[in-house]
């Protein structure tokens, strides 16, 4: 699978300095159930919601987000930390909720200068209409999937991957332009952040 690439008798590979060991059969199990997980989950849940409420599961973050603030209300910055957005993919989000009446924005009374988005009463209603079908989406396909595991151990495995932490607080969060390989022609391709 690696091809030519230099390798020890062990199956080692020399990586910025160090000695990388392969992955045993069921470390390398685990890391593609992993990334069948990643990549199905977030479609099957988001595909129950759209059909429960219309709203993407980013959308109804959002809005779970505003629902527990204090005055239903947040400052956009620390709305996209918590919700895990890049600041473009935010504005995008939230230009469509204010355009179906779902939020609001406006200047900060504090300072004049950050962006304040506001729960609207449509925003809720549509909020408490999505909620049964993300709770029946998200029983079914991970937690009745997950009976007899310890739901402790299992989340703190978790939370070491994926720390609860806002992205830019995260080392390595920030995706970098790809660089084209050896004889390849134009710039980089740059991939995509979650929630753009």
Same mark, same amino acid.
């Given at each position: 699978?690696?091809? @030519?690439?230099?390798?020890?008798?062990?199956?080692?590979?020399?990586?910025?300095?160090?000695?990388?060991?392969?992955?045993?059969?069921?470390?390398?199990? =685990?890391? %593609?159930?992993?990334? #069948?997980?990643?990549?199905?989950?977030?479609?099957?849940?988001?595909?129950?919601?759209?059909?429960?409420?219309?709203?993407?599961?980013?959308?109804?973050?959002?809005?779970?987000?505003?629902?527990?603030?204090?005055?239903?209300?947040?400052?956009?910055? =620390?709305?996209?930390?918590?919700?895990?957005?890049?600041?473009?993919?935010?504005?995008?989000?939230?230009?469509?909720?204010?355009?179906?009446?779902?939020?609001?924005?406006? %200047?900060?009374?504090?300072?004049? #200068?950050?962006?304040?988005?506001?729960?609207?009463?449509?925003?809720?209603?549509?909020?408490?209409?999505?909620?049964?079908?993300?709770?029946?989406?998200?029983?079914?396909?991970?937690?009745?999937?997950?009976?007899?595991?310890?739901?402790?151990?299992?989340?703190?495995?978790?939370?070491?991957?994926?720390?609860?932490?806002?992205?830019?607080?995260?080392?390595?969060?920030?995706?970098?332009? #790809?660089?084209?390989? @050896?004889?390849?022609?134009?710039?980089?391709?740059?991939?995509?952040?979650?929630?753009?």
């Amino acid at each position: 699978m690696l091809g @030519a690439m230099e390798k020890a008798a062990d199956g080692s590979v020399p990586y910025r300095g160090k000695t990388v060991r392969p992955l045993t059969d069921k470390e390398q199990a =685990a890391w %593609r159930a992993l990334m #069948r997980l990643l990549i199905v989950l977030p479609r099957v849940i988001e595909a129950d919601m759209i059909r429960a409420g219309q709203l993407t599961i980013s959308e109804y973050t959002v809005l779970m987000h505003l629902s527990e603030a204090e005055d239903r209300s947040m400052r956009m910055n =620390a709305l996209a930390e918590l919700a895990r957005l890049t600041g473009s993919g935010m504005s995008r989000i939230v230009t469509r909720l204010e355009g179906e009446g779902l939020v609001e924005r406006r %200047r900060s009374c504090e300072d004049g #200068r950050g962006q304040v988005v506001a729960l609207t009463d449509a925003g809720f209603a549509q909020l408490e209409a999505t909620f049964p079908g993300h709770l029946a989406s998200v029983r079914h396909h991970v937690f009745d999937a997950l009976t007899g595991v310890d739901l402790g151990s299992f989340t703190d495995a978790l939370s070491r991957i994926a720390p609860d932490e806002p992205l830019a607080h995260l080392p390595n969060a920030e995706i970098p332009s #790809r660089q084209p390989a @050896a004889g390849e022609s134009g710039g980089g391709r740059r991939p995509r952040s979650p929630g753009n």
